[in-house]
């Protein structure tokens, strides 16, 4: 079964500086994909960045960057410039896809807190 | 990107009634639709796998008497939650794939949520 860890509850980071989320997952499934999902007080799921298995490269999408190390299985999301609006829940998330129409499974989430 | 739109965004009923939960692709087309909940402080949590002109697939421990799924339309899924008790209060939250050529890969696009809470 497919699994996506989060070790961090919680980090904290001064504003302007660069952080990095961590997560690890787990599957059998050699075709799948690694999202970052940014989560506000409002609920909202907010897409950041998307790393396909088979991808040679690191996803970047602005200030966020997905250091993708396959051999470790990990996924972390590196944000760049820390704003304060950067303040949220942070969810790492997979699917599989070879199945077809699989669901995400979500890691627990890290609350990401921006310090001025 | 595509829009999956969610409603109501809030609602507060009393225990013992029925709640609907709409979500509408208004871009494309959405064979199928996944319902999540999330409970505060806690992760999104996979309910039930809703396919268009079929019956939910529902994850063990969800009730599928009382988490009502209808996936009628290409374009709308609703999620009803029946007799609903204070334990039901939790964040409901759908997310769809744009299938067919075309599609936008393997993203999922997600509603805005509903914050539901039973009196």
């Known amino acids: 079964a497919q699994k996506i860890t989060q070790t961090q509850p919680g980090m904290f980071v001064q504003e302007k500086e660069a952080v990095t989320l961590d997560c690890t997952y787990d599957?059998?499934?050699?075709?799948?994909?690694l999202f970052w999902y940014k989560q506000p007080s409002s609920g909202e799921m907010i897409f950041l960045i998307y790393?396909?298995?088979?991808?040679?490269q690191n996803a970047t999408e602005g200030r966020y960057s997905l250091n993708f190390q396959k051999a470790r299985k990990s996924a972390n999301l590196v944000i760049s410039a820390s704003q304060l609006g950067d303040s949220a829940m942070y969810f790492c998330?997979?699917?599989?896809?070879?199945?077809?129409?699989?669901?995400?499974?979500f890691g627990k989430g890290t609350r990401l807190s921006v310090i001025a | 990107g595509a829009v999956v739109s969610q409603h109501p965004s809030r609602v507060i009923c009393k225990s013992g009634t029925s709640v609907k939960i709409e979500c509408r692709s208004l871009?494309?087309?959405?064979?199928?639709m996944f319902w999540y909940r999330q409970f505060p402080k806690k992760s999104l949590m996979l309910m039930a796998t809703?396919?268009?002109?079929?019956?939910?697939?529902?994850e063990q421990g969800v009730e599928k008497d009382k988490f009502l799924i209808n996936h009628a339309s290409l374009t709308l899924s609703t999620l009803t939650v029946t007799s609903a008790h204070p334990e039901d209060s939790s964040f409901y939250i759908c997310?769809?794939?744009?299938?067919?050529?075309?599609?936008?890969?393997?993203?999922?696009?997600f509603g805005s949520g509903t914050q539901l809470s039973v009196l």
């Open positions: 997310s769809a794939r744009v299938s067919g050529p075309g599609g936008l890969g393997p993203k999922l696009f």
């Open positions: 599957t059998s499934d050699p075709s799948y994909g």
């Open positions: 790393q396909g298995s088979y991808d040679q």
């Open positions: 998330a997979m699917r599989e896809l070879n199945s077809g129409n699989t669901p995400l499974v």
């Open positions: 871009d494309f087309q959405a064979t199928t």
């Open positions: 809703s396919n268009e002109g079929s019956k939910a697939t529902y």
